[in-house]
Nanobody, 121 residues
Framework: QVHLVESGGGLVQAGASLRLSCAVSGHPLSDLIMGWFRQSPGKGRAFLASISRKGGTYYPYSVKGRFTISKDNAKNTVYLQMNSLKPEDTAVYYC???????????????WGQGTQVTVSS
């Protein structure tokens, strides 16, 4: 059973940067494909980034260049670096573990509890 715990969220001003962490337990991170999603009030979960077992990354156009996913297999931790934050980035951010490097929520089997990010204008 894969267990995921996000941290690093908080309240920041527009233009700031924030790094989220996702601690992985129950399975070696090196064997997992990981993703980050977010959910704003009244909306579904939106794909932000994924990273393959070998470290290949994939981003949607909406965040490419502002968000960066990375991982440290030795620490079993995945990160999401977010720069130039905007008020519309306000959401609950989730990490997820899945079997394919995919933007589809349904391809991820394990989810963390989420961490709140609030960006003030």
């Amino acid at each position: 059973q894969v267990h995921l715990v996000e941290s690093g969220g908080g309240l920041v001003q527009a233009g700031a940067s924030l790094r989220l962490s996702c601690a992985v337990s129950g399975h070696p991170l090196s064997d997992l494909i990981m993703g980050w999603f977010r959910q704003s009030p009244g909306k579904g979960r939106a794909f932000l980034a994924s990273i393959s077992r070998k470290g290949g990354t994939y981003y949607p156009y909406s965040v490419k260049g502002r968000f960066t996913i990375s991982k440290d297999n030795a620490k079993n931790t995945v990160y999401l670096q977010m720069n130039s934050l905007k008020p519309e980035d306000t959401a609950v951010y989730y990490c997820a573990a899945g079997g394919s490097n995919s933007p589809s929520e349904s391809d991820y089997s394990y989810w963390g509890q989420g961490t709140q990010v609030t960006v003030s204008s």
